[in-house]
């Protein structure tokens, strides 16, 4: 400040210290005298007279002191020692705003707002005429503000007494403006800083944390003080922290002021990870020296994550799509070998239908053929059966027509050579009926004609057949049928052909005077026979084999106990036909029992579908 | 007394059925088949006819209708091998009038029984009867 102090007031500060304010007399006394004309500071002056002050002539001082006085750029004044104003230089008037008139002798506090003059006078008493600098503020003319840096000088004469002052006065206003200018631009730059949205650290071109914003504290979860002074690259993760590093250095090398973005994974205090997209900004000197590093920090940790997962989504379903299109893809493979394997089929198909259609062609021929050939059977059976039985017919009549001397007085010898004639009749016809039920069985011509017949009528029907037979052997035949049974729905004659067979056999293989038991019992949904004879008994090997057609004669029974063994087989032909069962048990040495049984409910349509019929054609 | 006529293509049977019927004491006309039935049976005027079932010429249900249509439908008895149910009566002997039927080989006594069951006689013929043959 004191260089640029105007050299009047390092020579008025010299005069002071001599003591020598050689004017000091003249002014008190035109102060008292009231009236002095301004304008005349050189009155006032004095030149240096010691030897201190360089000899250079500069002409005449008090012509140097006006000049220097009238052109300083700043504002000059004087008072007396009453503090009115007595002196001053026009950039004063021009400072102030007022007019020579405005200023002569006028206290020198009106050119101050109050307070500021009351600051002036604390100073001026504080420090007791010493000159003293202070930032203070005038009154315009218009009653407006300037704000000056004010360099206040008392004068004293010799004995210390206050003869007035001198104000050196500089206008400060423009630089107080552009000082609260930048003050207000650099307040608006701390809190862009500070408050910013954004993470700032400020770095020394070492790396070093000079400054961060508030964001950035709360980011990263560290007090300001924490960081300032640390390596920004130890507050990043480890696996990027040589890259950081050179990256790093590699920018201030550069010296270019931007680079571009670059994305870096930030630890924070609690050691979670964060993504940040980084912008990096240079700050030079005036010799493009790297003062500093201002760098952004974005978050980007949850747009990472939503890429993140948004990528894995887009995988998924690309793997997704692509599994589809697969399975699309297999499906139309497996459509397509389908449709073909379809045709191929459907070809087949055609083919077997049209091979079919003539099978059955065949078939239906072969079944006319058959239906005939059948037709052919049952005639020749029912002619062969007539064409037997006819002469038999013949014979048996005329025998008894004999034997019941019909036709005249015969011997007793003739008498027993007809019963002989006639029992042979009887074998033979017995044999010519069992010779044709075999054949029907056999050709499955045989057919039954059911009715309702109740089972004590099958029984006495079967017992009167065989009662000669039994008769010769004396063999009694006992029935146990008192259990009450429903009527069967049968073939009367079949069944009791059945029975006579059953009891036949029995009679044939029981030895004489022995009994044959008949036992009928309901049977769940069934009722059975039993017949059961004291006879020789059957071998459990042959139980059943004895159901097995030509058996009897096969194994020369036939020879022994006469008969033509066809009555079991054809039995067994019979109740099948009815849906019953037929079997052996014995005990050899013992006897038999042979069973069978009749459903009380008949199979529908079985007995009863073809009616067994005799045809009226010739011979 | 009540007229039997025979109708059987085998000589031999008709024989034993006429000896037997005339012995005890039906009046007795025989005929070797259908057509031999139709020239004959103007004039006598059956009360019963046994009608074997199987036999050249006519067939069976030919002469039922006949019977029926142009003789006032007299009682039939079949002589078959082969037995029939009332069903078949109904069925295949509708269109005549078949009362009964008689399986080859029969006693003797069946076929009197019979007989006698569908042609009731007034009175018993003497025994001694000669055979005539009536073919």
Known sequence: MSSREPDIIRTLREEERLGKLRGHEDAEGEDSEGVEEPGDFCSICCVPQGGQTPAVNLGDPAVLYQTIFENSAVAITLTDENERLIRWNSYAEQLLGRSRDDLWMQPVKNLYPAEEWAKIRFQNIRQRGITHHLETRMLHKNRECIDVDLSLSVLKDQLGNVIGSIGIIKDVTQAKTMEKALQRSEETFKQLYEKAPVLYHTLSPKGEITNINEQWSHALGYEKADVLGKYIFDFIVFSERDE???????????????????????????????????????????????????????????????????????????????????????????????????????????????????????????????????????????????????????????????????????????????????????????????????????????????????????????????????????????????????????????????????????????????????????????????????????????????????????????????????????????????????????????????????????????????????????? | MPRIMIVDDEEDLRDVINVVLRKVGYETLTAENGDDLFTKIDGFHPDLITLDIMMPGLPIPDILTRLRDAYGNPPVILVTVVRYTKEDQQSNFAHGNVVDYITKPFDVTTLIRTISMHAPQGQEQPMAHSITAAA
């Open chain 1, 244 to 619: 950081a590093q050179r990256s790093f250095q590699a920018k201030i090398a550069s010296k270019q002021q931007y680079s571009q973005p670059s994305e870096r994974t930030y630890l924070t205090k609690t050691g979670e990870e964060r993504v940040f997209l980084i912008r990096d900004f240079l700050s030079f000197d005036e010799y493009h020296k790297v003062l500093s590093i201002q760098t952004t920090m974005e978050d980007i940790t949850d747009r990472k994550n939503i890429e993140k997962t948004l990528s894995s989504s887009r995988d998924e379903l690309e793997r997704c799509v692509e599994e589809r299109t697969a399975e699309l893809v297999r499906t139309n493979v497996r459509l397509h070998q389908e449709t073909i394997e379809h045709e191929q089929i459907e070809t087949a198909l055609e083919l077997t239908l049209s091979q079919l259609r003539t099978t059955q062609k065949t078939i239906q021929e072969q079944n006319r053929q058959l239906r005939k050939l059948d037709q052919l059977k049952t005639n020749f059976l029912n002619v062969t059966s007539h064409e037997l039985r006819t002469p038999m017919a013949a014979i048996k009549g005329f025998v008894q027509i004999m034997q019941q001397r019909m036709i005249g007085e015969i011997t007793e010898e003739q008498e027993k050579g007809l019963t002989v004639v006639l029992r042979n009749i009887d074998r033979l016809d017995h044999l010519v009926q069992d010779i044709m039920d075999i054949s029907r069985l056999e050709s499955g011509t045989m057919t039954f004609a059911p009715e309702p017949i109740a089972v004590s009528d099958l029984i006495a029907g079967a017992v009167e057949t065989v009662k000669p037979a039994a008769s010769l052997k004396h063999i009694t035949i006992t029935a146990d049928c008192t259990a009450s049974l429903p009527a069967l729905l049968v073939d009367k004659i079949r069944i009791t052909q059945v029975l006579a067979n059953l009891l036949n056999n029995a009679i044939k293989f029981s030895p004489e005077r022995t009994a044959i038991n008949i036992r009928v019992k309901p049977d769940k949904e069934d009722v059975l026979f039993e017949v059961e004879d004291h006879g020789r008994g059957i071998p459990a090997d042959k139980l059943e084999k004895i159901f097995e057609i030509f058996y009897q004669v096969d194994s020369g029974l036939d020879r022994k106990f006469g008969g033509t063994g066809l009555g079991l087989p054809i039995s067994r032909g019979i109740i099948l036909g009815h849906g019953g069962r037929i079997w052996a048990e014995s005990t050899v040495g013992t006897g038999s029992i042979l069973r069978f049984t009749l459903p009380i409910t008949p199979p529908q349509g079985n007995p009863s579908s073809e009616k067994e019929t005799e045809t009226f054609s010739d011979g």
